[in-house]
């Protein structure tokens, strides 16, 4: 299966609701994910478009503080206002500022990694990669801004096995169209998740990510207002045997997410001045 990141996503030209220039600039905008600087000319090559396309495009998220221009090497990069975006989320949330001393002790008791995340198309997007103090050899190779694929993985399929029915019904269309072959056995690793999350209240996955790596996973959303998240223990099958996932790690995760909420609710979150009135 590939990547979610190495394929284009956009629905059929038929659809009138589709801005296809909008479109084009925010596929743009997610090459820079990684924080890699980019001449137009890559741009050109990683999405097929015309390089005069290219340029408008670029020139006018520049203009708008979306990208910025590296005065060295001429090359583009993320611009603040971008990145400001992203920080005022978060800060606003206050989901990652509570959550990540929890998750540092959870990985330090038990040695291994933990990830937050939520979807993307049919990725599932890593916002937090906790790593345990000790053993490098134990660690997953994720870092924020990561896409896992969302029917391959126990953080993924939590994710689908939570979210409304309506949007499950748009994960299935999609992946049955984007997958037509492996279709039939995602729709059973699915309904698997599902029997499983009903029974015990989390998932657990062996051997994925197309590596010896097991996972298990708990979905979860901070309140009403907030989008689902997914939590994830994953490490080296050798250090989470199928029993231990069930008997350890799961419930270690179920209540991680209860004492989450609870300090949640307690939480006025950061104090945060008014917008200056200024336009940069």
């Known amino acids: 299966m590939k990547a979610p990141s190495e394929i ?17 600039g925010l596929d743009i905008l997610s090459i820079f994910a990684e924080g890699d600087m980019l001449g137009n000319q890559q741009l050109v090559e990683r999405t097929g478009l015309p390089k005069a396309t290219i ?3 670029t020139s006018t ?22 990145i400001g975006m992203g920080a005022s989320v978060q800060r606003r949330i206050g989901l990652q500022r509570i959550a990540r001393p929890m998750l540092e002790k959870l990985s330090a008791d038990t040695g291994l ?11 599932l997007v890593v916002l937090e990669a906790i790593r345990p103090p000790t ?4 660690v997953t190779n994720v870092d924020a801004g990561t896409v896992l694929p969302i029917a391959g993985t126990a953080i993924g399929l939590a994710y689908i096995v939570a979210c409304p029915v309506k949007e499950q019904a748009i994960i299935f269309d ?3 169209q984007r997958f037509p072959a492996e279709w039939p056995n995602l729709r059973q690793r699915i309904e698997l998740a599902h029997a499983e999350y009903n029974r015990t209240g989390f998932i657990t996955t062996q051997r994925s990510w197309e590596r010896d790596v097991n996972g298990v996973a708990i979905p979860f959303a901070p309140n009403a207002r907030n989008a689902l998240y997914t939590v994830s223990f994953a490490g080296p099958a050798t250090r989470m045997p199928p029993t231990r996932m069930r008997k350890e790690l799961g419930p270690m995760l179920l209540q991680f997410v209860k004492e989450l ?16 009135i200024y336009t940069p």
Do not use: C, W
């Open 135 to 138: 053993d490098s050899r134990l």
């Open 8 to 24: 284009s996503t956009q629905p059929q030209k038929s659809d009138p609701n589709f801005v296809h220039s909008l479109a084009k």
């Open 174 to 176: 999609k992946l049955a």
């Open 113 to 123: 990694s933990l990830i937050i995340g939520t979807r993307d198309r049919l990725g």
């Open 61 to 82: 998220l520049v203009a708008l503080g979306y990208l910025r221009v590296d005065t060295r090497t001429r090359k583009l990069q993320m611009g603040s206002r971008l």
């Open 261 to 276: 909420h609870e300090a949640m609710a307690k939480s006025a979150g950061p104090y945060l001045l008014p917008p200056e």
């Open 55 to 57: 340029s408008r495009i």
